[in-house]
DNA sequence: AATAGCCCCAACCGCGCTTCT
DNA sequence: GAGAAGCGCGGTTGGGGCTAT
């Protein structure tokens, strides 16, 4: 792999941008569009590599930046998520209308986890700075005990603090004013990240809404789309499909296999006519046997009634 | 006024993942 | 299937501005 070929070229320009490169990337992709990144500086006259023209654009030319100084409602919607998601700057972002990820990695190292150990919590941890004392105290005491040196201990899987579930959805309409989005979040997936059998997050079940990065959508009724790797089986065994409730799923699923439809009409049947169907009868390790690949599209407001978090709804 | 130290932020770097050939 | 190319992300760096001495 290695550094890209653009990079290796001689002569390329790198530092600041002038007014003038910046006035050549904006107009050529104003006009033109992105296209692909390593042909921009060709086409917009620039001696850069693709790769700076792209962090430019996307860090300080794109015409729906933000710019100014970040809001309180913005700061504690950042340490939220940072609970929620750790240095996941560009998922991070993308809950931030108009900010970049750049902006908001400089931000928390700069300032925000400043703040944090001032209010005595730990920013990697967001504990209580006591208690990751009282912790380190009592793996010394461990240590000290058994005579082994921490690094000698046997590793305890490290888990991501944001397990199965990646949200990627636009909260512009709750980022002004829920104040209790940390409290929400963490309260209803914390259960779920500290439960056995359900950490493996880049290979299990995930969801993802279907616009990506730097797009945001109104649209209430877009879909979070939950799929299911190829590894999932041989990773965790049927058991990591257990995620959502003991042996059921209590949400309603819209089950896309070989574009065959089931659920999602129900679903939206019940909606409309409130229905006394009952969804929690469909048995989630039921389907877990030839779900590589599969595709559930999960309604928005169907989490929202599972996790019981109102900010989903809008 | 000079300068040392600190802070902030734009930009670079390296790596992993995806797509293309 | 393998390698190359492109893209995106997170970590890091360096320079400019501000402040304290």
């Given at each position: 792999?290695?550094?890209?070929?653009c990079?290796l070229?001689?002569?390329?320009?790198?530092?600041?941008w002038?007014?003038?490169?910046?006035?050549?990337?904006?107009n050529?992709i104003?006009?033109?569009?992105v296209?692909?990144?390593?042909?921009?500086?060709?086409?917009?006259?620039l001696?850069?590599?693709?790769?700076?023209?792209r962090?430019r654009?996307i860090?300080?030319l794109?015409?729906d930046l933000k710019?100014g100084?970040?809001?309180?409602n913005?700061e504690?919607?950042?340490?939220?998520?940072?609970?929620i998601l750790?240095n996941?700057?560009?998922?991070i972002?993308?809950q931030?209308?108009?900010?970049?990820d750049?902006e908001?990695?400089?931000?928390?190292?700069?300032?925000?986890?400043?703040?944090?150990?001032?209010?005595?919590?730990?920013?990697s941890?967001?504990k209580?700075l006591n208690?990751i004392k009282?912790?380190?105290d009592?793996?010394?005491?461990?240590?000290?005990n058994t005579?082994?040196?921490?690094?000698?201990?046997p590793?305890?899987?490290?888990f991501?603090?944001?397990?199965?579930?990646q949200?990627q959805?636009c909260?512009?309409s709750?980022?002004?004013?829920n104040?209790?989005?940390?409290?929400?979040?963490?309260?209803?997936?914390?259960?779920?990240?500290?439960?056995?059998g359900?950490?493996?997050?880049n290979s299990?079940?995930y969801?993802?809404e279907r616009?990506?990065?730097g797009?945001s959508?109104?649209?209430?009724?877009?879909y979070w789309?939950c799929?299911?790797?190829?590894?999932m089986?041989?990773?965790?065994?049927?058991?990591?499909?257990?995620w959502?409730?003991?042996?059921?799923?209590?949400a309603?699923?819209h089950?896309?296999?070989?574009?065959?439809?089931?659920?999602?009409?129900?679903?939206?049947?019940?909606q409309?006519?409130e229905?006394?169907?009952d969804?929690?009868?469909?048995p989630?390790?039921?389907?877990?046997?030839?779900?590589?690949g599969?595709?559930?599209n999960?309604?928005?407001?169907?989490?929202?009634?599972?996790?019981?978090?109102?900010?989903f709804?809008?």
């Amino acid at each position: 792999m290695g550094r890209h070929s653009c990079c290796l070229k001689q002569k390329m320009r790198k530092g600041l941008w002038s007014p003038e490169e910046d006035e050549k990337l904006y107009n050529h992709i104003i006009r033109y569009g992105v296209g692909c990144w390593s042909s921009v500086p060709k086409l917009a006259g620039l001696q850069r590599c693709g790769k700076s023209c792209r962090l430019r654009w996307i860090n300080y030319l794109r015409p729906d930046l933000k710019r100014g100084s970040f809001s309180q409602n913005e700061e504690d919607l950042i340490i939220s998520l940072h609970a929620i998601l750790g240095n996941r700057w560009s998922q991070i972002a993308s809950q931030l209308p108009g900010r970049t990820d750049n902006e908001i990695k400089n931000l928390w190292n700069s300032c925000l986890k400043k703040k944090l150990r001032q209010r005595g919590i730990d920013p990697s941890s967001h504990k209580p700075l006591n208690e990751i004392k009282e912790e380190a105290d009592e793996t010394r005491m461990c240590c000290s005990n058994t005579g082994a040196t921490s690094e000698e201990l046997p590793i305890k899987p490290v888990f991501d603090t944001f397990p199965l579930i990646q949200i990627q959805t636009c909260l512009d309409s709750v980022a002004e004013d829920n104040v209790n989005i940390y409290n929400q979040i963490h309260q209803t997936l914390e259960p779920l990240g500290q439960k056995e059998g359900l950490c493996d997050y880049n290979s299990g079940l995930y969801v993802t809404e279907r616009f990506g990065y730097g797009e945001s959508s109104s649209n209430n009724s877009c879909y979070w789309n939950c799929s299911i790797g190829s590894e999932m089986n041989n990773v965790l065994g049927i058991e990591a499909l257990n995620w959502a409730s003991a042996d059921k799923v209590e949400a309603p699923t819209h089950v896309q296999t070989n574009g065959v439809e089931s659920h999602e009409q129900k679903w939206q049947e019940k909606q409309d006519m409130e229905s006394s169907e009952d969804y929690s009868t469909y048995p989630l390790i039921s389907l877990s046997h030839d779900l590589s690949g599969t595709c559930f599209n999960v309604p928005r407001c169907a989490l929202a009634s599972e996790f019981n978090v109102d900010f989903f709804l809008e």
